[in-house]
């Protein structure tokens, strides 16, 4: 850095805290903090107006409520996206290993805990202006003798729990069970699932955890032993990640960031990885990510004439679908994996047309990574590390990631649905029966037929593409607008039926709003102008007939008298 004082941002909710930090600070000539905000919304608001400080040093306040919590993540990431060259040093109370891993994958650079004396927050903050990492281990605390030993005596029990629950779920689902059998297998199950929950509540999760330090990766630890070797790569791309500040590993670090905070599915669409269990669902997207970046590195050694987009998108599904189908089933082999590439051959134009046509911008994705070169973003060509180019490249590789994990499980649900390993090991508890399994394809039949006849003619007619992206804890939505017109002219029969009536229906809608305000006006008027005052007139006669019926009706009992 060339300016004699280190200028910060400091964004904590304890205005206390903030003080004695402020205070603390003053005895370093080299430090001056430039602004101070209670949350990261007003600290965004800071930078949006032209604050930017050397280093942000932030205290992530995660909230009490889910809400609240969502809402700062998104912030973080936001800053993390639009303010790509501001340092950011984490000083927090937060020591769950977890959330601190994430955030160092986010991209902040530096973490002490609020208990470290300011000399060695001071040299931390040094130390991230300077382009360097600072990040304090975290010592986890050692467990007692009697809970360590617990733990050793009960692996041999919790085997057995594992081995009676896998029989009794097979019996369970036997269909020509009599009632009482059932009755009496499903409490012996229910007895099971408690024994083990005992187990693991007497067991504290740092028992389990023993001797190991933060890492930068996410969590990728398996139930058991049959799904290890399809999480090696994975393992391995994130050790040579942690190790590089190149733009692809910073937008690759960002992914697998994403990942961990949630794969939800919260769109609308039906998406094939929908019927996998959460963490399975997380294993294959670092799977495929993993694999994706050993590709690119790969390709770094070709010629670019040498690129196929199709082939290498191709060897990447056929990769990765290997891995996973023979990392989970555990049991003898139903096939080889000669037969299962051969199934993959067979699957591969469907899975053209249903999964991988939707796979957009790959071409720029891989020339952007190996040329270095820039990006376009709304018709605006961004520079090769620009914060908008490391953000569209990341909101591009989660779009492919995902389909491609789609077209994995696709063939799953084409050739091995039924089979009961994955029903238990993968599935999520509701698509254990051959029924729902059979709803949920359909469901997936119905949404490629819908796609390729009226979304996707849609989506070519309004010049924009579909993106599937990791956003708000989850799977998101996420619209490109650029020009298709030379699709937009290759469309027939039913696709280009679709866009016609699209057209029809943006031509005449205003016209058609227009005579129906007309014809509403002139009902309004007609209903109480005329007819309203006509009822009125005549309600009011009938009224004042009865009014003067019963006065004389009195005044002739009055005569009477």
Same mark, same amino acid.
């Given at each position: ?27 370093? =000539? ?10 990261? $919304? ?44 501001? =340092? ?14 994430? #955030? ?45 030993? #617990? ?44 024994? @083990? ?6 067991? @504290? ?9 933060? $890492?930068?990766?996410?969590? *990728? ?19 040579? *990640? ?57 390709? %770094? ?20 679908? !290997? ?13 080889? %994996? ?34 270095? %070169?820039?990006?376009?973003?709304? /018709? ?5 590390? $620009? ?11 989660? +779009? *492919? ?12 649900? +084409?050739?091995?649905?039924? *089979?009961?390993? /994955? ?16 709803? /949920?394809? +359909? ?51 039913? =696709? ?17 709003? $227009?005579? !129906? ?31 003067? @019926? ?12």
């Amino acid at each position: 850095m060339t300016k004699d004082r280190i200028e910060l941002l400091i964004v904590d909710r304890d205005p206390i805290f903030r003080l004695g930090f402020v205070t603390a600070l003053a005895s370093y =000539p080299d430090f001056h903090v430039i602004a101070q905000a209670n949350d990261l $919304s007003h600290a965004l608001l800071e930078l949006e107006q032209g604050t930017i400080p050397d280093v942000l040093v932030l205290e992530l306040n995660l909230g009490y409520f889910a809400t609240e919590k969502t809402a700062n993540w998104q912030l973080c990431q936001k800053i993390i996206q639009k303010y790509d060259n501001l =340092p950011i040093f984490l000083l927090s109370s937060h020591t769950n290993p977890k959330i601190l891993r994430t #955030l160092k994958n986010l991209g902040v650079q530096g973490y002490c805990n609020k208990g470290t004396d300011i000399d060695t927050v001071a040299y931390a903050i040094r130390c991230i202006t300077t382009g360097k990492t600072y990040w304090q281990e975290i010592k986890l605390p050692s467990n007692s003798f009697w809970k360590t030993n #617990l733990f050793r005596l009960s692996r041999s029990g919790q085997k057995e729990i594992k081995a009676d629950l896998e029989k009794i779920n097979h019996q369970l689902n036997k269909s020509n069970l009599s009632i009482l059998d059932r009755l009496f297998l499903s409490g012996r199950q229910r007895e099971l699932l408690a024994a @083990s929950w005992l187990v693991n509540q007497l067991i @504290s999760s740092d028992t389990v955890n023993e001797n190991k330090q933060l $890492s930068s990766s996410p969590v *990728l630890v398996a139930k058991d032993n049959t799904n290890q070797s399809c999480l090696l790569s994975a393992y391995d791309v994130i050790a040579e *990640l942690a190790r590089e500040q190149s733009v692809i590993a910073q937008v690759f670090r960002r992914v697998f960031a994403t990942i961990d905070l949630g794969v939800v599915n919260r769109t609308n669409i039906t998406l094939e990885i929908d019927i996998l269990q959460i963490p399975k669902r997380r294993e294959i997207l670092y799977l495929v990510l993993s694999k994706l970046y050993k590709l690119i590195k790969s390709l %770094e050694q070709k010629e670019q004439s040498k690129w196929s987009i199709e082939e290498n998108i191709y060897e990447l599904w056929k990769s990765a679908s !290997v891995d996973f189908f023979f990392g989970h089933y555990g049991g003898t082999a139903i096939i080889t %994996e000669e037969q299962f590439l051969e199934i993959i051959e067979q699957e591969a134009t469907l899975i053209q047309n249903n999964i991988f046509n939707q796979i957009y911008f790959a071409s720029d994705l891989l020339t952007y990574f190996l040329k270095k %070169e820039p990006l376009v973003v709304d /018709f605006i060509s961004y520079r090769y590390d $620009s914060p908008e180019a490391k953000y569209r490249a990341q909101t591009l590789t989660e +779009n *492919l990631i995902i389909l491609v994990a789609n077209a994995i499980v696709q063939v799953f649900l +084409n050739n091995f649905y039924n *089979l009961e390993i /994955f029903k238990y090991n993968l599935y999520q508890l509701k698509y254990r029966s051959a029924r729902e399994i059979a709803r /949920f394809r +359909n469901d997936l039949s119905w949404r490629y037929r819908q796609e390729q006849y009226w979304e996707n003619p849609n989506n070519i007619f309004a010049s924009r593409y579909r993106l599937f992206i990791l956003q708000q804890n989850g799977i998101q939505t996420f619209f490109i607008y650029a020009s298709r017109a030379e699709e937009l002219n290759q469309l027939q029969g039913l =696709p280009w039926l679709a866009t016609m009536i699209i057209e029809i229906r943006d031509a005449i809608s205003p016209r058609l709003r $227009s005579i !129906v305000a007309s014809l509403g006006t002139g009902l309004v008027y007609l209903l109480t102008q005329v007819i309203g005052k006509g009822i009125g007139l005549i309600g009011k006669g009938i009224i004042q007939g009865i009014g003067s @019926s019963v006065q004389d009706s009195s005044y002739g009992r009055k005569n009477r008298d």
